[in-house]
T-cell receptor
Framework: KQEVTQIPAALSVPEGENLVLNCSFT??????LQWFRQDPGKGLTSLLL?????REQTSGRLNASLDKSSGRSTLYIAASQPGDSATYLC????????FGPGTSLSVIP | GAVVSQHPSWVICKSGTSVKIECRSL??????MFWYRQFPKQSLMLMAT?????????EQGVEKDKFLINHASLTLSTLTVTSAHPEDSSFYIC???????????FGDGTRLSIL
């Protein structure tokens, strides 16, 4: 059974810091991995999608990497801003899509 | 980009009412749709996989007679919460894709409040 975990559960950083969010999964037989952002009371915003054949994807200040063999993905956020404050979720796609528990990020001005 | 529309976005109703939530893929055909439930301050929990033209596959612990899923066309899946009670109050969200190996596109979710 696929299990997805995320570390840390919560993170508070001063504005301008670079930070890394971690996602781990137990079964490496995945099709893809997605990172999402969720603001309080809102739906999901897709940030980055990495296919199983890819190692990383970049969008603006965001960079996501995937090491399928070790069951890990990281989301790197450069020069964090208060507007980045949200919950970040990773989701693993195989015969279904399973979400991790999320990392709650707070960027302090 | 691919768009998934979920309706309604917010429902408040009395205990015992049945509530139907629609999930539509607007610009692509979705062979597979997923339904999730999210309690406050928790992550999304997969409820069921909806396959066009066949019965939904429910995750362990999800009552299929309570949460009826219909996927009658390649662009529409519905989730009906039957005889809803306050404990069914939650945020329900669907996703749609063109296959399990393809990216999933998510609706904006439905906030269900049962009084």
């Amino acid at each position: 059974k696929q299990e997805v975990t995320q570390i840390p559960a919560a993170l508070s950083v001063p504005e301008g810091e670079n930070l890394v969010l971690n996602c781990s999964f137990t079964d490496s037989a995945i099709y893809n991995l997605q990172w999402f952002r969720q603001d309080p009371g809102k739906g999901l915003t897709s940030l980055l999608l990495i296919q199983s054949s890819q190692r990383e994807q970049t969008s603006g200040r965001l960079n996501a990497s995937l090491d399928k063999s070790s069951g890990r993905s990281t989301l790197y956020i450069a020069a964090s801003q208060p507007g980045d404050s949200a919950t970040y979720l990773c989701a693993v796609g195989y015969d279904k899509v399973i979400f991790g528990p999320g990392t709650s990020l707070s960027v302090i001005p | 980009g691919a768009v998934v529309s979920q309706h309604p976005s917010w429902v408040i109703c009395k205990s015992g009412t049945s509530v139907k939530i629609e999930c539509r893929s607007l610009d692509f055909q979705a062979t597979t749709m997923f339904w999730y439930r999210q309690f406050p301050k928790q992550s999304l929990m997969l409820m069921a996989t909806s396959n066009e033209g066949s019965k939904a596959t429910y995750e362990q612990g999800v009552e299929k007679d309570k949460f009826l899923i219909n996927h009658a066309s390649l662009t529409l899946s519905t989730l009906t919460v039957t005889s809803a009670h306050p404990e069914d109050s939650s945020f329900y969200i669907c996703s749609a894709g063109q296959g399990v190996d393809q990216p999933q596109h998510f609706g904006d979710g439905t906030r269900l409040s049962i009084l």
